[in-house]
């Protein structure tokens, strides 16, 4: 992945963080050393794990497998269909 890339998917996640945190929701960016960032949403059982990637050149959040675990990152609603996973 380029620097430019990175910085990219780096936003992406950020600017999700914002605005799920303004939903009352906990949330963290985790920024492993060797591996891709991810968005991490507090959850019983356990976190959800949302990752930023490019697709043909278009920018996606994805939580899980399958065209129904994702959401373009620009898309005008995509907190809300991550918000809908916490629930």
């Known amino acids: 992945m380029t620097a430019a ?3 990219q ?3 992406h996640l950020v600017r999700l ?3 799920l945190r303004k939903r009352g929701l ?3 960016v985790e920024l492993p050393s060797r ?3 991810v968005l991490l949403l507090a959850r019983t059982p356990g976190p959800v794990r949302v990752m930023a990637v490019a697709l043909d050149g278009r920018w996606f ?3 899980g497998r399958g065209r129904a675990r994702r959401i373009r990152a620009l898309a005008d609603d995509a907190a809300d269909r991550v918000w ?3 629930q």
């Open 61 to 63: 959040f994805t939580w």
């Open 35 to 37: 591996d891709q960032p």
């Open 5 to 7: 890339n990175a910085e």
């Open 26 to 28: 906990r949330v963290a």
């Open 84 to 86: 809908e996973v916490a």
């Open 9 to 11: 998917q780096f936003i």
């Open 17 to 19: 963080a914002w605005d």
